[in-house]
């Protein structure tokens, strides 16, 4: 981390590792609310499988999304970050 002058606070750095990884998993959110409500259509087939594999497969998604931007916790002193 680098440091802000004025403030004496540590900045952080933008991670585009971390907004690519959200925009995916923004994608796969869609293509599971998609299939979800696609899976509500009229079927002689059991649809139950499909709906409970959408709804996990999106809850994945919004936990990784929550995990990517929780705010980490500060290292303990004598270990910076690299």
Same mark, same amino acid.
């Not at 959110?29 to 998609?34: D, G, R």
């Not at 919004?62 to 910076?80: D, F, Q």
């Given at each position: 981390? *680098?440091?802000?002058?004025? =403030?004496?606070? @540590?900045?952080?750095?933008?991670? @585009?590792?971390? =907004? =690519?990884? *959200? #925009?995916?998993?923004?994608? =796969? $959110? $869609?293509?599971?609310? %998609?299939?979800? !409500? &696609?899976? %509500?259509?009229?079927?002689? *087939? #059991?649809?139950?499988?499909?709906?409970?594999?959408? #709804?996990?497969? &999106? !809850?994945?998604?919004? #936990?990784?999304? !929550?995990?990517?931007?929780?705010?980490?916790?500060?290292? @303990? @002193?004598?270990?910076?970050? &690299?």
């Amino acid at each position: 981390m *680098t440091r802000n002058r004025r =403030l004496g606070r @540590p900045r952080r750095r933008h991670r @585009p590792g971390r =907004l =690519l990884a *959200t #925009a995916g998993l923004l994608g =796969l $959110l $869609l293509v599971c609310l %998609f299939g979800g !409500l &696609a899976s %509500f259509e009229p079927a002689a *087939t #059991a649809r139950w499988p499909w709906q409970v594999g959408y #709804a996990v497969a &999106a !809850l994945g998604c919004v #936990a990784g999304i !929550l995990r990517l931007w929780r705010p980490r916790k500060p290292s @303990p @002193p004598g270990r910076e970050e &690299a």
